[in-house]
């Protein structure tokens, strides 16, 4: 896989600010650090000053144009880096050394977060060498067992991604194991109500069609054996997946047996979010704070036009914030 | 990936005679006759001898070495081919060109099927040129929403494929999309009893570990990062997923998205049963076929040593047959 060749189609056109939560770790200062030098950023770094200093001059991270932003403790980092964005002084947010849930309670704060109309989701986005194209997988980590409209939500999430990286009318598949509708089979049922509520323009900037097995989904071929007719089968850009269990397995099965490169966002906020783990590869970090990047121009434009308000989903999201890995 | 590499590794002492239900069609007959003239199997052709005779001639087939067994109609011919089995003129059972349902309403029929004392589930053995081995995954097709009881019954059947294909003691990783015990989360918590389940004896054969997420199965390197402290972290060889939507995504995953060789079994019968698709490649009907071949000859003893009866699964059974793809 030509790393470098992604890298460069994801250039943004203006450097955006990238605030960092709880930044004193090696790992998020180096991410970080790389990022500048590509000039895909500008870091902002929310936490202890002390901290930061000593591991920077420990690994020989250069953070000399970085803006440091003290914060008494992690979770007032996290705040303080979700203030900042609230307040437009920068354009992505990111984790850095803190609790997941921790992180999360300042960003879907009713108060002073960074809500937006819908719900906060995960967007995994690969870059598949043996099929030589972008997917986009959701919901791995965040939104554990969505329901029928959080599944509408979900696409809308997703496709927002697909338009910032450049697929202006994404093809997602609504993803069961089978490819017909199967009454004890809910996947199946909602990927065709999905698949209908995408034909009368309930979901829109993209083509819906399911439900479809994942083999149907990307490959021409097995679509040909099947006989299947659909403008999404074979060459699907985004996966919506039944329940975490599916999407989490998957997408790490592409990564890990596929070897594909793997960026993970959280969007539906006010500003697109980078949760890179200190498992992800050094490559895999900068391409999610890369895959934020490309997002940041198109985020206000396109949330104003087609999300809209669905009261009970970010309140349901309360509960599974601790499904986030 | 070296194709022929694997298949000497599968090569079975005794040729075993593969019966086929519904021989009448023309990928059926050349996956047969592949396996025949590797001297795998020696294939028992059940259906409408003209229709085979024909198909023969049109595709250059040569059947000249099988026996063909007469049979008036396609659900006739599932119920000669599972005779047969049953009555000792077969060792391996294999589907041609019926619907799954009936094909198996005859395998699963309680006078004059091939049931074993268990029940019946498909494992999915991938070998990955990237992790540089085999994978056996379980359930991609025949038990789509497992229980805990369930879940056990699908790892002994695995394991028992595994036996076959040489892997003595199989490490099972019990797939979450999170490592830790989540109350909302059932895969988690049957994970966990699985676990203390072969700890204490009542799954045996194998060492079982969960929950796991799949980075954690297959990456020794993601281990370390999460400083996880397992035997079966890094290296599982089974991979029981929590539903069906998860095992179907992920193993078609690692096919069309890591090129990996695939071979579908049904095991848990009184004879392992090949279930090829139409869609599968040449390569993948042989491994099939090889990988039923390895299992025949260890199946009657280690079913009668460790698979006890669970009355209430067969019966469970009956309801989904449809899910087969």
Redesign the interface.
Known sequence: MDFEKIMAQLRPPLKQRLVVAAAEDDMVLKAVAAAQQRELVDPILCGDPVAIEKLARQWAVDISHMEVVPAASRAEAARTAVSLVRRGHGEILMKGILPTAEFLRAVLDKENGLRGPGILSHVGVLH?P??DRTLLLTD??MV?YPDLKTKAELIRNAVHVARGLGIHTPKVAA?????VV?P??Q?TIDAAALTIMNRRGQIKDCIVDGPL???LA??A??VQ??GIRSEVAGRADI?L??????????L?????????LFGGLLVGARAPVVVA???DSDHAKLYSIACAAALTETTSAIREIHVEPVDASPRRQE??Q??V?
């Open positions: 598949s043996m099929l791995a980590a554990p993803l069961a194991a089978v490819e199967n004890d089979m996947a097995a994942l083999d990307v490959s071929e097995a054996h099947k996966f997946f039944h329940n975490i269990e599916a999407a989490n397995s998957t790490k099965g592409f990564v890990f047996g596929g070897g594909c783990s200190r498992s509960g599974v601790s499904a890995n």
